[in-house]
């Protein structure tokens, strides 16, 4: 199973971006799945997910209501959709697959089986 991310970019504060990461080798509809991502000098953090058994959607606080993640198995594709986007927001995003994604397995990176390269994704203030 490979991921690959894509659509990271330089934008203003307040601009928007799409991020798309494909899933080969396997249909998406396997997985449950997630976007991570990871500041200079800090750790990789949650940022939404999205499981398989019920396609129900999940974010942290800080992007709650700015960020949507939906997939297309059709396509074998999951999106990040960002709007209002910050300086805080600056950082490599990365999508993950999971086998099995129970309960609060889908907020840890330790719940997910395969990664993506990452994306960057920098936003000016």
């Known amino acids: 199973v490979q991921l690959q991310a894509f659509g990271g970019g330089l934008v203003q504060a307040g601009g928007s971006l799409r991020l798309s990461c494909v899933v080969s080798g396997r249909t998406l509809s396997s997985y449950g799945m997630g976007w991570f991502r990871q500041a200079p000098g800090k750790e990789r953090e949650f940022v939404a997910g999205?499981?398989?058994?019920?396609?129900?959607?999940h974010y942290a606080d800080s992007v709650k209501g700015r960020f949507t993640i939906s997939r297309d198995n059709a396509k074998n594709t999951v999106y990040l959709q960002m709007v209002s986007l910050k300086p805080e927001d600056t950082a490599v995003y990365f999508c993950a697959a999971a086998v099995r994604l129970s309960g609060s397995a889908l907020y840890s990176t330790s719940g997910y089986d395969y990664w993506g390269q990452g994306t960057l994704v920098t936003v000016s203030s």
């Open positions: 999205i499981r398989r058994s019920d396609g129900s959607t």
